[in-house]
Antibody, heavy 120, light 109 residues
Framework: QITLKESGPTLVKPTQTLTLTCTFSGFSLSTSGVGVGWIRQPPGKALEWLALIYWDDDKRYSPSLKSRLTITKDTSKNQVVLTMTNMDPVDTATYYC????????????WGQGTLVTVSS | QSVLTQPPSASGTPGQRVTISCSGSSSNIGSNYVYWYQQLPGTAPKLLIYRNNQRPSGVPDRFSGSKSGTSASLAISGLRSEDEADYYCAAWDDSLSEVFGGGTKLTVL
C-alpha cells in the first residue's frame, strides 16, 4: 500500500532555511504519471499548495512562494525534499506531502503531516 | 484569501442532505477538474471526489460532486455524525498552480 511520511525540524528560527523530507513507499517516482506534492496548513486555517514534482522531473511551484521554494527527488531513496528559504513566523504550519497521479490530478494519498513552528 | 470561495460553515441533521459550494473562475474551475477533500479533526485530508464527480474506492456513494461553469458543489446525503469535518475544494489553475478553497466546516446537529 502507498504510504508517505514527512520529516524535518519542528522548530526553525526566522530567516533560516527549512528542509523537509518526504519518504514514501508503495510506488516509484520513476513510474510514468506519478508525482509528489507539498501542501501546508497554518493552525486553524486552510490548505495551501506549495509545490509538485513529477516522475520526469517536471516541477511546479506556488506563484506566491516560487522564489523561496525548491523541490527535488531522489528516486533511489524514495524521497522528495522541499526547501523553503527565509522562514518567517507566518510560515508556521503543518506541512504535508501527498501522492498524485497525473491523469487523475488529485492528491490521493497523504502523509500524516509535520508541524513546523517558526520562532526565535 | 483563498482563490476558490467556499462558505465557512454548513450544518444539517442526521439523515439530511447538505451541499457545499465552491466558486472559482474561468482559469481554474471553468477549465479544469474539481477535487474535494475531507479533513476530520486532527487528521490529514482525505480525497473524496476527483475529476468533478468521481469517487475513489471506499468513499460511500452518499458523497457526490458536480460542476457547472465556474462553480462546483459537494453533496452529502444521509448525513451522519461521522461526516462532521472540514471540506475543501481544489482545482488546477491555468497559472500552473493548484488552488484550494478556504474550507467549509460541516456541523452535524
Amino acid at each position: 500500500q502507498i504510504t508517505l511520511k514527512e520529516s524535518g525540524p519542528t522548530l526553525v528560527k526566522p530567516t533560516q532555511t527549512l528542509t523537509l523530507t518526504c519518504t514514501f513507499s508503495g510506488f516509484s517516482l520513476s513510474t510514468s504519471g506519478v508525482g509528489v506534492g507539498w501542501i501546508r496548513q497554518p493552525p486553524g486555517k486552510a490548505l495551501e499548495w506549495l509545490a509538485l514534482i513529477y516522475w520526469d522531473d517536471d516541477k511546479r511551484y506556488s506563484p506566491s512562494l516560487k522564489s523561496r521554494l525548491t523541490i527535488t527527488k531522489d528516486t533511489s531513496k524514495n524521497q522528495v525534499v522541499l526547501t523553503m528559504t527565509n522562514m518567517d513566523p507566518v510560515d508556521t504550519a503543518t506541512y504535508y506531502c501527498a501522492h498524485r497521479l497525473d491523469w487523475a490530478g488529485s492528491f490521493d494519498y497523504w502523509g500524516q503531516g509535520t508541524l513546523v513552528t517558526v520562532s526565535s | 484569501q483563498s482563490v476558490l470561495t467556499q462558505p465557512p460553515s454548513a450544518s444539517g441533521t442526521p439523515g439530511q442532505r447538505v451541499t457545499i459550494s465552491c466558486s472559482g473562475s474561468s482559469s481554474n474551475i471553468g477549465s479544469n477538474y474539481v477535487y474535494w477533500y475531507q479533513q476530520l479533526p486532527g487528521t490529514a485530508p482525505k480525497l473524496l471526489i476527483y475529476r468533478n464527480n468521481q469517487r475513489p474506492s471506499g468513499v460511500p456513494d452518499r458523497f457526490s460532486g458536480s460542476k457547472s461553469g465556474t462553480s462546483a458543489s459537494l453533496a452529502i446525503s444521509g448525513l451522519r455524525s461521522e461526516d462532521e469535518a472540514d471540506y475543501y475544494c481544489a482545482a488546477w489553475d491555468d497559472s500552473l498552480s493548484e488552488v484550494f478553497g478556504g474550507g467549509t466546516k460541516l456541523t452535524v446537529l
